[in-house]
């Protein structure tokens, strides 16, 4: 079964970090492009950043550069969003999703709140 599995949100002060991960099962990410999106109650899905394991190639949004970093671990099939200088408006749920190739997945979400 293909399955995209998110862990690593949670609450934090402002200023603070968190790291997401995005752990595939059933296949295997190498290829992809496995990608970070972040949504809020009433506001369209809005892409944050994505990685390319074919080429390594990485993109942000305006929004987060400089403070989020995608990378990848390609022993554990993870990819990781590493968000740093966390601010309030960066609350929402965080989504990963894989496509660009066979397989196209999302994962169930994972929220991140950060309180001002």
């Known amino acids: 079964e293909v399955q995209l599995v998110e862990s690593g949100g949670g609450l934090v002060q402002a200023g603070g970090s968190l790291r997401l991960s995005c752990t595939a099962s059933?296949?295997?990410?190498?290829?992809?492009?496995v990608g970070w999106f972040r949504q809020v109650p009433g506001k369209e899905r809005e892409r944050v950043s994505c990685?390319?394991?074919?080429?390594?190639?990485?993109y942000y949004a305006d929004s987060v550069k400089g403070r989020f970093s995608v990378s990848s671990d390609n022993v554990k099939n993870t990819v990781y969003l590493q968000m740093n200088s966390l601010k309030p408006e960066d609350t929402a749920v965080y989504y990963c999703?894989?496509?660009?190739?066979?397989?196209?997945?999302w994962g169930q979400g994972t929220q991140v709140t950060v309180s001002s």
């Open positions: 990685i390319s394991k074919r080429d390594g190639r990485t």
């Open positions: 059933g296949f295997s990410f190498d290829d992809y492009t």
């Open positions: 999703w894989c496509g660009g190739g066979p397989v196209e997945s």
